[in-house]
């Protein structure tokens, strides 16, 4: 998701330069936070946790006399603006909830973060979800390849795991369904019965009726839809192939010119508009029944929640397969979306860390989860769907599958080192809704860029 990726490029970059301005303030002084040894403060990004954050935080004190205290800075510029400020003086909270898997090292490698792996050895770490457990862990290939932790300790953990979940979830308005003569409790299971239910919805409802996408940032078109659709009609394999340095079976192949054919599919069905909503208005947009169908990803219902939809009036399945493809049931792996972090600030490490323990315990995470509709990257087993509640778990059940059949976006081996989702986004949108290419224009594009890139990249 390129907008969480160009946030966390920016948060490196200015917790770098707040770090050699001030020669590593990260050794704290005497003016630091608020908190005592029965106090922790905790910062996060993201204001649809703080509720829920605080709702786990009163248990958390009944249990342990441990006070915390959240807050919140949003958007990603001041939530950045507000840790250097901060770093400059000492102030650094105990405890942030931070984007997983990059914000999070490099904050880490920059001197600001504590490490976690005392308290969390690989023991612990298996109450994690199995792609998410190495998600702030320092290993020798990632401080070989990022220039941000090329100083940390190998085998030091900037985070662990809080938060898990996927793209290419699609989102159903019941009611909407219901008025086109579908039946809400039977989404569908084929890319064809998507196509269809698109066209009935559309047909009931002109105006109102068919697919949203924030599609302003391009590559959501290409990331949350395509890849799916394409590595269900592909498998494994053939899904990789498109990336080759060889363009053999890249795009333009038969194989790739048909995955772009089942897109096109979807040109009579975007609503008026849709190349011109950002992520949050497409969401905004379907929340107000302005669409019957929307795709995001897991974390989308808590925004969707937030925004006046009811839960109980969504339907949600993944990007359905294509009929005739090598994937008939597709499964999504999650990534590790947010992490809890240790700051290297923090004057009360015992009582930061077991409130970290405490909110990704199965007790803690679940409750959390249950308050924010958000899903948790503790591995809940058997206990998913009582402490997670029924739309939660059947979220979480697109999670399990064989590997065969589940498509991983964290998998990036395959693609051109210096890949750029924009390069690639932009070529699609282009193709539809715009209708400005057709599949051959288009596969002939996206094989040049990805040539492009491996040229680049030697």
């Known amino acids: 998701m390129s907008r969480s990726s160009a946030a966390r490029r920016r ?20 003016d630091s936070a608020d908190s005592t040894d029965q106090s922790v403060t905790m910062w996060t990004f993201k204001n649809t946790h703080v509720a829920a954050l605080q709702q786990v935080a009163t248990e958390f004190k009944t249990k342990t006399g441990i006070t915390v205290k959240v807050e919140a800075y949003t958007p990603d510029d001041v939530f950045t603006s507000k840790i250097q400020s901060a770093a400059q003086t000492g102030d650094l909270p105990d405890v942030f909830e931070l984007h997983a898997g990059g914000e999070d090292l490099r ?12 308290d969390f050895p690989e023991s612990a770490l298996q109450r994690f979800l199995p792609n998410t457990r190495a998600a702030g862990l320092v290993t020798e290939k990632r401080r070989a390849e990022q220039e941000e932790v090329k100083d940390a300790k190998v085998g030091s953990l900037f985070s662990v795991p809080f938060t898990a979940g996927t793209f290419g979830i699609v989102y159903g308005n019941r009611e909407k369904m219901k008025a086109a003569g579908l039946d809400p409790d039977k989404p569908p ?10 066209g009935a919805t559309g047909a009931a409802d002109p105006k109102q009726g068919g697919l949203s996408l924030g599609l302003k940032v391009s590559q959501t078109g290409f990331n949350w839809i395509y890849e799916q659709l394409a590595f269900a009609y592909l498998g494994q394999a053939g899904f990789e192939a498109l990336f080759d340095k060889d363009p053999a079976q890249g795009f333009a192949s038969p194989d ?12 009579p069905h975007w609503i008026a508009g849709v190349s011109a909503l950002g992520i949050d208005e497409a969401d905004i947009a379907f929340a107000q029944g302005k669409s019957a169908f929307n795709v995001g990803g897991t974390f989308t219902l808590a ?7 009811p839960a109980e009036n969504l339907v949600t399945f993944p990007i359905p397969p294509a009929t005739g ?17 240790l700051s290297s600030q923090t004057k ?16 803690g995470s679940g409750a959390f989860a249950k308050a924010s509709l958000d899903l948790p990257a ?23 599958g064989p590997p065969e059949a589940t498509y991983d976006a964290a998998n990036k081996g395959f693609r051109p080192p210096d890949y750029d989702e924009v390069q690639v986004g932009d070529p699609l949108v282009k193709f539809s809704p715009l209708g400005e290419t057709d599949p051959a224009a288009t596969a002939a594009q996206l094989d040049k860029v990805i040539t492009a890139m491996w040229q680049k990249s030697g």
């Open 11 to 30: 948060m490196f970059a200015g917790v770098a330069a707040a770090t050699l301005a001030l020669g590593m303030t990260a050794c704290g002084n005497d």
């Open 107 to 118: 904050i880490g490698g920059a001197g600001l973060l504590g490490d976690l792996a005392p």
């Open 189 to 198: 299971r084929t890319w064809e019965e998507f196509i269809g239910y698109l």
């Open 256 to 267: 790739g010119i048909r995955t772009l054919q089942l897109y096109q599919q979807l040109k």
């Open 303 to 309: 925004f969707l929640a937030q925004n006046g939809m």
């Open 325 to 341: 493809g090598k994937v008939t049931d597709l499964r999504l792996a999650p990534l590790a979306l947010t992490g809890l972090s």
């Open 348 to 363: 009360n490490r015992a009582a930061a860390v077991k409130w970290i323990d405490h909110l990704t315990s199965p007790e």
């Open 378 to 400: 503790t591995d809940l087993g058997a206990e998913a769907a009582a402490l997670l509640g029924p739309k939660l778990a059947a979220l979480q059940q697109y999670f399990t």
